[in-house]
């Protein structure tokens, strides 16, 4: 069974920043893919940001497009987002997803981000 543990969340003040960290219990250098999903109340969960294998393929939507940054450390197992120009639109449950190479997809059990305007 894989784990994925989320760290970073937290209260930040509109335009502050965070980094969020998601290391997992398996090494991601043979990862499918893996990135940030986020669920606000009332809310469906959506992708932020992920990244792929190989050449590290980004994508991320386009309400956090120059804000956020998704980026891998394959020597710590870990992904970090890193948030800037926070809103408080920002403000949800992000949670941490990765899926290797012919294997279904893990969650992790998210983070609270709160930014108060």
């Known amino acids: 069974q894989v784990q994925l543990v989320e760290s970073g969340g937290g209260l930040v003040q509109a335009g502050g920043s965070l980094r969020l960290s998601c290391e997992a219990s398996?090494?991601?250098?043979?990862?499918?893919?893996m990135g940030w999903y986020r669920q606000a109340p009332g809310k469906q969960r959506e992708l932020v940001a992920v990244i792929a294998s190989g050449g590290g393929t980004t994508n991320y939507a386009d309400s956090v497009k120059g804000r956020f940054t998704i980026s891998r450390d394959n020597a710590k197992n870990t992904v970090y987002l890193q948030m800037n120009s926070l809103k408080p639109a920002d403000t949800a449950v992000y949670y941490c997803?990765?899926?290797?190479?012919?294997?279904?997809?893990?969650w992790g059990q998210g983070t609270q981000v709160t930014v108060s305007s």
């Open positions: 398996r090494s991601i250098f043979s990862i499918n893919a």
């Open positions: 997803y990765a899926q290797w190479i012919l294997q279904r997809g893990y």
